[in-house]
């Protein structure tokens, strides 16, 4: 994890570096470039004075591809391939157009030198291909770094299925001697006693479908939030009517795919960090609903909450953290936390590509 959001921040960083280096280096070796050609040309007779000729044409090719910098990579910045294209293609007459009258005007209003707008075309051609040149190097540099950050992404998600494997067999040595004991205890239970015979099956329950869902890679949210149904049942037991538990479940998301185990931690998290520490107890809500492609899952509660820095919770402990990651390194999404107007509510989304629903 630790090296997911390294290349992250590197990603971010170095996108933003190469944004800035793109458009201003890029424009002065284009000025500088010409500057040169015409040298070798024998076309320039003040040197000077072409300077301050050149430096207005980069000024305001620097000036008419910001609004493209902009809007390309800040308001359409998770675009698709082909959106991102079609705005190039849109984008470029205007650049063009827009570069070659400036340029021009400014030119024969200034009395800086004489543009002949007849043969502006050949100019036109030239703004496209500079416009052209430039955003193809910045996209290319930009696939290169998304490329590698997806070959960390796997690595990670190799390293997470390898551990996962190993915990499963774990799991699986002799796990019949749990459940013989437990069968056992309950058998000895009187019949006087049984809320605690029902307590012990429910807890066998638990255990099964713990075993269950080690050598499952996904299960559906049905089977999910009956197993937490399950699990808070026992809680009962220990918090009584200090525990009120609300379940606000869109019926289509019932039968998607989602990760085991996943909302378990949470849960818990709410009850013994939230709930446990007040006297009269509190509630946990238990939302999942389904908003576009997505399904938004959110886990709230009306404790003591935290005062601190939100983003440290995701750092301590077991439950949080890995249940942070694992969200992260399957999906590319990110367990968020936010205060409530009493305790905190932790919230994440899963897109619906990676499910297969029936």
């Known amino acids: 994890m630790r090296d997911r959001r390294f290349w992250q921040r590197k990603l971010v960083w170095n996108i933003t570096v190469a944004e800035f280096s793109a458009w201003l280096f890029y424009n002065l070796f284009w000025g500088a470039f010409f500057f040169v050609v015409m040298i070798l040309s024998y076309q320039i007779k003040h040197p000077l004075g072409q300077v301050r000729i050149i430096a207005i044409d980069v000024a305001l090719k620097m000036l008419c591809t910001l609004p493209a910098w902009w809007f390309l990579l800040r308001v359409w910045k998770k675009k698709t391939f082909s959106l991102t294209l079609l705005f190039h293609l849109l984008y470029i007459p205007f650049f063009s157009f827009s570069w070659v009258y400036s340029f021009g005007h400014i030119l024969n209003d200034c009395g800086l030198g004489k543009f002949d707008f007849s043969t502006m075309m050949y100019d036109v051609y030239i703004g496209a291909f500079f416009y052209?040149?430039?955003?193809?190097?910045?996209?290319?540099?930009?696939?290169?770094?998304?490329?590698?950050?997806?070959?960390?992404?796997?690595?990670?998600?190799?390293?997470?299925?390898?551990?996962?494997?190993?915990?499963?067999?774990?799991?699986?040595?002799?796990?019949?001697?749990?459940?013989?004991?437990?069968?056992?205890?309950?058998?000895?239970?009187?019949?006087s006693l049984e809320k605690t015979r029902v307590l012990i099956a429910q807890l066998a329950d638990t255990f099964r479908y713990a075993l269950k869902v080690s050598e499952c890679q996904s299960v559906r949210l049905e089977e999910e939030l009956n197993f937490v149904k399950t699990w808070l049942a026992l809680e009962h037991y220990r918090f009584g009517n200090r525990l009120q538990v609300d379940f606000r479940i869109d019926p289509s998301v019932l039968r998607t795919?989602?990760?085991?185990?996943?909302?378990?931690?949470?849960?818990?998290?709410?009850?013994?960090?939230?709930?446990?520490?007040?006297?009269?107890?509190?509630?946990?809500?238990?939302?999942?609903?389904?908003?576009?492609?997505?399904?938004?899952?959110?886990?709230?509660?009306?404790?003591?909450?935290?005062?601190?820095?939100?983003?440290?919770?995701?750092?301590?402990?077991?439950?949080?953290?890995?249940?942070?990651?694992?969200?992260?390194?399957?999906?590319n999404e990110k367990l968020t936390a936010r205060r409530n107007l009493q305790g905190l509510a932790f919230m994440f989304r899963i897109p619906l590509t990676g499910f297969q629903l029936s």
Do not use: W
């Not at 996962?164 to 774990?170: D, G, H, Q, T, V």
């Not at 205890?185 to 019949?191: D, G, K, Q, T, Y």
């Not at 009269?280 to 003591?304: A, K, L, M, P, W």
């Open 132 to 191: 052209s040149l430039q955003f193809a190097l910045y996209h290319a540099y930009r696939f290169y770094l998304r490329t590698k950050e997806q070959l960390i992404r796997e690595q990670a998600l190799k390293d997470l299925a390898y551990q996962s494997e190993i915990k499963a067999l774990k799991a699986q040595i002799e796990p019949h001697f749990l459940f013989n004991t437990l069968n056992s205890i309950s058998a000895s239970v009187p019949p």
């Open 257 to 331: 795919n989602v990760p085991p185990m996943i909302l378990q931690p949470l849960v818990e998290n709410a009850l013994n960090h939230g709930i446990s520490p007040l006297v009269n107890g509190g509630t946990v809500t238990i939302i999942c609903q389904r908003e576009e492609e997505f399904i938004h899952i959110t886990i709230s509660d009306t404790g003591i909450g935290y005062s601190g820095d939100l983003d440290i919770l995701f750092t301590k402990g077991i439950g949080l953290k890995s249940t942070a990651e694992r969200i992260d390194r399957l999906y």
